[in-house]
């Protein structure tokens, strides 16, 4: 009979049997040998109906189709911009993705993104030699003026934003701050005074910390209530 063997939420840690039988199937970070469903890495056991996943604590970003990353303008060129996004690759924004606007080739492209512009941007494509297009045709992405950008693990981003935005917007609504998250693990951060953003900082990173918690929607808005 298939059964799993630790609880949800539960930490584990490589080579660990998480589950036995053919009834659940292995998902991210799982591996499956025999009849055994084993942990492939560090990280928290997620069920969903007969998936089993693993959730990992840490890690780096891989950049995937689809991603919104926040990055900076390192370079232009004539053929577009080059966007740091905290992989070890470049991202490139070309002319015909950098707005949704014709770009002429000789134009001014400073008029557009300037040198250590941030921007949120779109991944259309990523190949097998790590090489990123960014777009910023699309709704949300555009320059961020001003602001803070905090730099967390890239795999507790879906923690900071949580379920159908609910984390991410309880930090706006209690900081009164605008927060843009990337899931390069970059947050953008800006609010009408400092002592807000530095509010919206604490909480983000106690969701970085506390991200294997349980209630931690109410752990955090207890502690933006007492700031």
């Excluded at 040998?33 to 056991?45: D, F, P, T, V």
């Excluded at 990337?182 to 106690?206: F, R, S, T, V, Y």
Aim: net charge positive; with cysteine.
């Amino acid at each position: 009979m298939s059964k799993i063997l630790v609880k949800e939420r539960e930490i584990v840690v490589p080579g660990e049997i998480v589950a036995e039988g053919m009834d659940y199937l292995p998902a991210k970070g799982i591996l499956r040998e025999g009849e055994k469903l084993i942990a492939s890495q560090i990280g928290m056991i997620n069920v969903e109906g007969r998936l089993v996943k693993l959730i990992p604590l840490t890690g780096s970003y891989s950049p995937k189709k689809n991603d919104l990353v926040i990055g900076k303008v390192v370079n232009i060129t004539f053929s577009g911009w080059i966007v740091d996004i905290g992989h070890s690759n470049l991202s490139m924004l070309s002319l015909k993705d950098g707005s949704n606007d014709f770009i002429e080739k000789t134009a001014d492209l400073t008029q557009y993104y300037d040198f250590n512009d941030v921007i949120i941007a779109k991944i259309t494509n990523v190949t097998k030699s790590n090489a990123i297009d960014l777009s910023m045709k699309g709704p949300g992405l555009m320059k961020l003026n001003g602001g803070i950008i905090l730099d967390i693990d890239p795999t507790k981003i879906p923690r900071v934003i949580g379920k159908q935005g609910s984390m991410i917007t309880l930090i706006k609504t209690k900081t009164n701050c605008k927060i843009m998250a990337g899931q390069n693990g970059k947050i953008w951060i800006k609010g009408d005074e400092p002592k807000m953003e530095l509010k919206a900082i604490e909480a983000i990173k106690l969701v970085e910390r506390e991200s294997h918690v349980e209630g931690l929607t109410q752990i955090v808005e207890k502690f933006l209530e007492s700031k």
